[in-house]
């Protein structure tokens, strides 16, 4: 007769000899964990209402358009917003999107402290600043590229040849990627530089937003009161508009939007004042960051 | 023993503040105590080891290394700090495999290793609920986990046991205990109790305004003295004068303990048959004990150097 | 250990008090008396304890009940507080004030006449002296604790309610803290300190007051609430030059629970009655001709009946 067999298996601590993946696996942790921080992924319902509410302010307009498109056919078309117009719009909710959502990224580790734990792992400041940044500029991308792409698919779809429309304004899909990621690097840098000043995500958003509205009443004030070409330069004071300003220039047409009186200012100077207000705060973010040491 | 952490001629200034003064000292493997007043180092000479600080001279190595230049040399060192550091809205599950995917663990491995930590840190259906939802007591424990989530070599513990009860002490202490016997991980740990490192520590490390003043295992500042002492819950003069009878002189004063000094090996029997005969109820017999605590007794003069950030 | 005056008048005392909080019921219809030397109050967390100092130093009403300091009524009773002194377990303190200026401005609150003497005092009391003109943004913990200690009591209080003074201190300003302490309660004064450091409470106290829930599960000196404890045997080793006939002999007494022989050679034995055991361990030594070395009890520490009174 067989005696009865019995085993105690070792549950107690283990010592792990896997793999050890060093940077480039942390920087992509990194990465992940911040764009589902900004979606409020595993951080319940709340956390999930706001970048659902923009996204949707995002998409709504664009799925009109192409309802409309639909409906009125090749004729209609031409009068509706396109893709070259569709920033113009667009721009508000994304740069309320990012005022409030992109702080979030920032401002909670360090008000809780987390940063610490960051800092004694194998990454380094700046690895983590970069992977924040990145994070909301990846995910800034989608939320400006995909209303575009169902925007101008619905248009394509709408005209009575298809094929032809896409052959005429095929060199409309780079402008908009182009145009997307020029909006979309100017919403990431500013907001995520104005949370380095504070710990309180509200105040980094307060800050953003106040600087943008205050920036568009002077900036055209000033242009509209003053007129003529100082008028002109005086409505760069009008920062928000930049980006639609290197969207207009992108698709070769005139501005129409707040800050028009800038057409005036040489391009190149619109495009080194755009630089400015991307590479500057990005800088100090950078330098920020650097020399935190928890 | 191996040596996990070396300090060669490490210094730190801020600005003209000496905060470490050209150090030398290894800390080896297992468990020691670091102990010191507040702002005369301690917190920067933890920071300089795991790389959050420059050192100003000298070097800080971490098996070899230098933390603060290179960064995979803090894959193998954790970090428990007394502040703060949770966030707040996420699960304690998820919050341990973040961690430990960035301590450079694959996925699967880190979400495994995450829920095996939390059990071993006495944290079970809880890990599953947010952290803000925790006691302090739940929270130190997550504080420990993410410090040995990725199998470190040696883990930093600062104050780990600040703000709890005294069960809640005893629960970290033992928890501490285990982590350097059973699960083979050394551990440095700051605080100002005598009784966390009694009962953690094997050695200590004292630095005291930038300088290391004692260094060694626990047992040789801990040690048996010459003097013995008796306690009694009653007829204590009898007691006396039964000891004075057999030629044992016993000082005390009031009423407090008996001390006997030099007592010579026959002495115990004299003890014995003088409580026999005294009637007087024995309560304690046990020679003295040098105190940890007594290295601070001796008086030095105020170190207070007062930096903010040399907590 | 201060010899208490058991018939006197109790500095504090709490009657039949109750603390709500829509249906969270902080502390629980408990009565105790808190006389003149060092007080130690404690409880796990969230037993209560902060609730109570808070309603002792009038800050907060009880639901139910009265509380009394030095005779008087706390609440609605401003002039208490020149013979009170109070400090908080945590306190924001404005960074850019100077230790000296801090003080200087409690001893002014408390209205005393002669500032500057009262203000140097408490200063060397807790020894700040040399750090007293530097801005409080600058000092560690540590000092600040002691600035704060010096300021709640600037005005020489009778009584002092503390809630976990020592905490963030290094050991040698523990030890310091400690003597300062024990100074104060000699000259008559009464001393209540919150702390979960069980070791320190256990020198430094007289008695104790013990929370648990909200209710008040022990009090008075530790020793006497442990012989209290009858359900729990003690537990004493007892080191000697035979062991095995040592325990042999112990097993054979009836009230002897239990005797076992540890790693170390140590006999350790349980019993429900210390006072026979006490007199037994020598005696069974002397007939048995064995050599009694050591006898140390294991579970007579404050921490011990700590743990038990918690685990009931």
Redesign the interface.
Known sequence: MNKPQGEVFDI?????E??????N??RK??LI?GMRTALGM???LT?KILPGLLFLALLIPALVFIIIASVVGQTGIDDLPGVADYYQGAIYPVLIFSAIIAPELLT??RR???L?????????SS?YIIGRWLAFFLLSLIVVWVPQLLLYIGVNLGSTDAWEYLRDNWDDIPRFLLAGAALALFTTTLPLAAAAFTDRRAIAAALVIGIWVIALAVGNALSDGIGGTAGAWLALIDIGSTPLHINDMIFNQASDGPGRAAEEVPKAVRIGWYLILVAVPAAFLYMKYRKV?? | MAELLQAAGLSKHYGSTVALDSVDFAVPSGITGLLGPNGAGKSTAIKLFLGLLEPTGGQALVMGEEPYSLPAARSRLGYMPEHDCLPSAITASEFLTHMARVSGLPAADARTRAADTLRHVGLDEERYRSIGEYSTGMKQRVKLAQAIVHDPVMVFLDEPTAGLDPMGREEMLDLIRRIGTDFGISALVSTHLMGDVERTCDEILVIDAGRVTHQGAVKGFTEETQTMYIEVDDRRDQLVAALADRGIEANGDGHGPLLIENLSDDGFDAIRDALVASGAPLRRLAPGRAQLSDIFKASGTERESGMSNGQ | MTDRDANGTPTIRVDSVSKWFGNVVAVNDVSLEIRPGITGLLGPNGAGKTTLLHMINGLSAPSEGEITVLGEPVRNNPGIYNRLGVMAEHEAVYGFFTGRAFVEFSARLYGLNDVPAMVDKAIKAVNMADAQNRPLGEYSRGMRQRMRLAASMVHDPEVMLLDEPLSGTDPRQRIEFSELLAELAKDGRTIVVSSHILEEVETLADSILLMISGKLAAAGDYRAIRAKLDERPYTVSVGCSEPRRMAAALVGLDEVDSVTVDAEGRVIVLSKNVSVLQLAVPKLAQDAGIRLERVEPLDDSLESVFGYLVDA
């Open positions: 107690g601590y283990q010592p792990y896997g793999a050890r993946e060093g940077r696996a942390a942790a990194l964990d595993g951080r319940g956390a909670t580790d809780n402290g987390v610490s734990l960051y800092l004694v792992r194998p990454i380094t690895d040491s928890a």
